[in-house]
């Protein structure tokens, strides 16, 4: 894996999907006998099923008749046929074909692995071609050191120029009469662009540019340094501006994941120039690290009990809290909900209820708002009658463990 490059974690995902279908088979044919199952198959599944044909309209009479002289067995009979059991059935075959799926795909991603190691991997022709690229068209030295250069300068000249304007803050905001959600999305999108393209653009002239001597190789390296460098500080202006968003107005999954993207971004940005000194081809070990990385985090952190916990500290300390939302959240949140109903017990602000919500209207009913406890108090409630209602929870497929303790503290509460 470490000697993969980008262009190769891109296609690896497409050649296991490949080799998936062409490997598979010969794997399965030397594991299992077709001619001894199909001999078998003769003899017992064939008949059972015939039996089984046989069986179901006299199955259906009798049941017929047995429903009608009983009707706790009637009522046995409803449930066992009922759609909600012919869903489920579809949902299970659903499983079955995905299981299948997923085990035919790995089947054929271990052969596939088996013939890298022992170097018996041939390229595609997709492939083959990419690699021929930078010897049939590529750019002169000059031509990109002019490219990087002016690149460079443009983005100093914004960095120094703009300086208030990245990490102004609240006084620029005042000054300039924007507010905090056009700071914030202005900022954070636009910079984060320009990461991604930087990049992007540092590795394409990495592949297509002619060096021919070590102090090219090393212009050209500090240029695109420089260049990561200032888009380091671009980086921390959009951490800036995501930080201001949160702080007006809490926290939310989507910022939650600007936050984890961003920490995650920046090592990645040092370690992109520090295999552009030493070994290029380890930057996409370093890709795969973050990507592995930010999901790691994510997990981690638990974000909806996370966001819950955060927001509800903001409250204690501003007095601001977005009942809506934090009712929304899943059950992992659920012990700071019951904590939300402690602290907001005399919060008197009252909330638009979002099944009110209606863009063309100005004026809205009075039912159509409640203080926080209220609405927290009613997502409770309402969580409780349904997980009491419904047990599909309780089911493996749907079951964890955030929705068992969850329910059980619900309990306490309901009861």
Not at 105 to 125: E, F, K, M
């Amino acid at each position: 894996m470490q000697n993969l490059g980008l262009v190769d974690m891109a296609l690896l995902p497409l050649r296991v999907s490949g080799h998936a279908l062409t490997l598979t088979p010969p794997v399965v044919g030397q594991s299992v006998d077709t001619e001894v199952m199909w001999r078998h198959g003769r003899r017992s599944f064939f008949p059972v099923l015939r039996g089984l044909l046989l069986a179901a309209p006299v199955l259906l009479v009798f049941t017929v008749l047995l429903a009608m002289a009983d009707s706790i067995f009637a009522h046995t009979v409803e449930t066992a046929f009922s759609l909600d059991i012919v869903a489920r059935l579809f949902n299970w075959a659903g499983h079955g074909v995905l299981i299948v799926l997923a085990a035919w795909l790995l089947t054929g991603g271990l052969a596939y692995g088996v013939i890298r190691r022992y170097g018996r991997d041939d390229q595609s022709r997709f492939e083959a071609t990419l690699q021929q690229i930078p010897r049939h068209f590529s750019l002169g030295y000059i031509e990109t050191i002019t490219l990087l250069t002016a690149v460079n300068l443009l983005f100093l000249v914004f960095v120094v120029i703009q300086f208030t304007y990245l990490f102004g803050g609240v006084a620029y905001l005042q000054v300039e009469n924007f507010s905090y959600a056009e700071y914030a999305r202005r900022g954070f999108f636009e910079l984060l662009l320009v990461v991604i393209l930087s990049i992007s653009l540092i590795l394409g002239l990495n592949w297509l540019t002619r060096r021919e001597s070590k102090g090219q190789i090393k212009l050209f390296n500090g240029l695109s340094t420089l260049l990561i460098g200032l888009v380091l500080v671009m980086l921390a202006s959009a951490f800036r501006r995501m930080a201001l968003y949160e702080a007006q107005f809490g926290y939310t999954e989507m910022r939650l994941l600007v936050y984890v993207f961003i920490l995650w971004l920046a090592p990645l940005l040092l370690w992109f120039v520090l295999t552009l000194w030493r070994r290029p081809d380890r930057f996409a070990v370093g890709v795969l690290t973050a990507a592995l990385g930010f999901l790691v985090t994510l997990n981690l952190l638990n974000p909806d009990a996370f966001i819950a916990r955060q927001n509800l500290a903001r409250y204690v300390a501003t007095g601001d809290l977005d009942a809506v939302y934090l009712a929304s959240l899943s059950e992992d949140a659920t012990p700071y909900l019951l904590a939300a109903l402690i602290l907001t017990a005399g919060d008197t602000e009252e909330q638009r209820m979002p099944s009110c919500y209606d863009p063309f209207s100005r004026v809205m009913p009075r039912d159509c708002y409640a203080v926080p406890y209220e609405i927290v108090k009613e997502a409770l409630h309402g969580r409780y009658q349904s997980m009491s209602e419904n047990n599909e929870w309780r089911q493996w497929p749907s079951f964890h463990l955030a929705r068992w303790a969850a329910f059980a503290q619900l309990r306490e509460i309901g009861d």
